[in-house]
């Protein structure tokens, strides 16, 4: 079966950018990937664009833009994992010998505040238990109950990723932050402060997948897509990113990420201990503690210990989220995976200045949110 | 009240749950298929109105589309017969409440409509609560 490279990858920072639209940011984005891939206008046979707020056919506005229209161009929402949900489409249509090149992008503007989502019933909002970060801090409560994580964890959670994003000028945020500012910060939702929820905000990125045959190596060393995959929930987690009213008193419900990861580590034949760089969901610091459990980068119980031990900060044995994370780049939903992919392509090919991973050649990207769905994509060279 | 076929509101008021003929499950919302086998026409049942408290948080800001007051609790009750709800709380700081508490239904006024009529919903209270 034909192999999938990842051939140019571009970004539109995130943060907020008033009177740029999301067609604007994308065109960035897409512009700076073809680019580096080398590809031109009729050089690329299929495009999805992953978009959750953008509207109808954002990705034709964006293709339009540049006179590249024609080939099949589909937009592709699942919620947070909408950038991986496109990546696992496109790969599974190179590897099909049904493209041999195709564009994937991502581009969102959100609203500012929390994240308002038709998903839910308008008698939910009206009841208030549409309250998006209330889920956030019940799936913390669980994870400190059953985990031991501590309010001071989560802090070091914010304090590790902030940190990371200092060197990002992609992100929205490049200041560092101390513990006590982030626990001085407001309570949202018990336990976590608003230091501690990443914003949902603007931004793109963009990626060329190429069958490894017609891939030219042009832009530099050649970064491998081992594995897209996207799984939704299954039924019975009350606090599932699916988000139902009600659950069963059943702990042994495998989580969407779960499914995910072990698909994932399956397609690519590898497995958690082979990683080196990781970019995980850290909507919120509990849910970077909870993907590391989920993914399986750590035992079950094991994630503060392992924040603690250092491993996932730079420099340490897995670093996660590099970049600075959602926590320092916000969320623009339909961006937000692509522009991990983005991230780790270029700490594969060793690009990544002070943030880099020394010696990185297996690297792993992670969504999960409504839907529910989860995206877990593994990258080589 | 904010949806009809959600709860009674009589004493003592009770959630309008589902349980399925065929896998057993029980279901809030009620629902006209099982979400966990696909089986048609589970049987409608008044779900039990006491539980233990099995996780909770409170809202300090109001989320988009809600015209209550604020802070207010929100958090998972556990049941008999194997199911958790997601629901409000009558107690907004988490301080105040312990794992595994019981907790009892009760009905609890959100805000006021347009035409000036109190509107309800469902909400868990600590058992034993005045």
Not at chain 1, 3 to 14: A, R, T, Y
Not at chain 1, 53 to 79: C, F, N, Q
Not at chain 1, 141 to 153: C, D, F, I, P, Y
Not at chain 2, 10 to 26: I, K, Q, V, Y
């Amino acid at each position: 079966m034909s192999g999938v490279v990842i051939s140019g990858v571009g970004m539109h920072p995130f943060g907020r950018f008033d009177g740029v639209s999301t067609t604007d940011m994308g065109v960035a984005a897409v512009r700076a990937a073809l680019a580096e891939a080398g590809v031109s206008k009729g050089g690329f046979q299929a495009a999805f664009c992953a978009t959750a707020y953008g509207g109808v056919a954002t990705g034709h506005k964006v293709l339009s833009r540049l006179g590249m229209t024609g080939m099949p161009i589909v937009d592709v929402e699942a919620g947070c994992a909408s950038g991986g949900a496109a990546l696992m489409l496109a790969a599974g249509a190179i590897r099909a010998g049904q493209y041999d090149t195709v564009l994937v992008f991502g581009t969102e503007k959100m609203p500012k505040g929390i994240i308002r989502s038709s998903f839910f019933e308008p008698w939910q909002e009206e009841a208030g238990l549409a309250a998006t970060p209330a889920f956030f801090g019940l799936r913390a409560q669980r994870l400190a109950l059953t985990s031991g994580v501590t309010k001071e964890h989560l802090a070091q959670v914010v304090v590790k990723n902030r940190r990371h994003g200092v060197a990002n000028l992609d992100a929205m945020y490049q200041k560092e932050v101390t513990a006590d500012q982030v626990l001085a910060s407001r309570v949202v939702c018990e336990p976590l402060h608003l230091f501690m929820l990443c914003s949902p905000n603007e931004g793109a990125a963009a990626v060329v997948l190429r069958r490894d045959d017609v891939s030219s190596t042009a832009a530099g060393t050649p970064v491998r897509l081992a594995a897209a995959v996207l799984r939704s929930h299954l039924p019975g987690a009350v606090l599932s990113e699916s988000t139902p009213l009600s659950g069963l008193t059943d702990d042994t419900v495998p989580a969407p990420t779960t499914l995910a990861a072990r698909a994932a580590f399956e397609e690519a034949g590898l497995g958690p201990e082979d990683l080196h760089v990781v970019e995980c969901q850290d909507t919120d610091a509990a849910r970077e503690l909870l993907s590391y459990e989920e993914i399986g980068l750590c035992a079950p119980g094991g994630s503060g210990a392992l924040l603690e031990s250092g491993a996932t900060t730079l420099g340490g044995r897995l670093p996660v989220n590099p970049s600075g994370g959602l926590l320092s780049k916000g969320e623009p939903l339909g961006a937000s995976a692509l522009g991990q992919a983005v991230e780790l392509v270029r700490q594969l090919r060793g690009e990544c200045g002070p943030r880099q991973v020394e010696g990185a050649t297996t690297a792993l990207a992670h969504t999960v949110g409504r839907g529910a769905n989860a995206g877990v994509v593994i990258l080589t060279r | 009240m904010v949806r009809p076929g959600l709860f009674t509101d009589g004493d003592p008021p009770a959630l309008l749950g589902s349980r399925c003929t065929a896998c057993g499950t029980f279901h809030f919302p009620r629902h006209d298929t099982c979400p966990y086998c696909a089986a048609e026409g589970p049987e409608a049942v008044e779900l039990p109105s006491r539980g233990t408290l099995w996780a909770w948080t409170a809202v300090t800001a109001p989320p988009p589309g809600y015209e209550g007051a604020t802070p207010y609790g929100m958090g998972v009750v556990e049941l008999p017969h194997g199911i958790r709800v997601i629901t409000r709380l009558t107690v907004s700081d988490p301080g105040a409440l312990v794992f595994g508490q019981s907790m009892e239904l009760c009905v609890v006024p959100l805000h006021t409509d347009d035409e000036g009529n109190d509107v309800i919903t469902f909400a868990f209270a600590p058992s034993g609560a005045p």
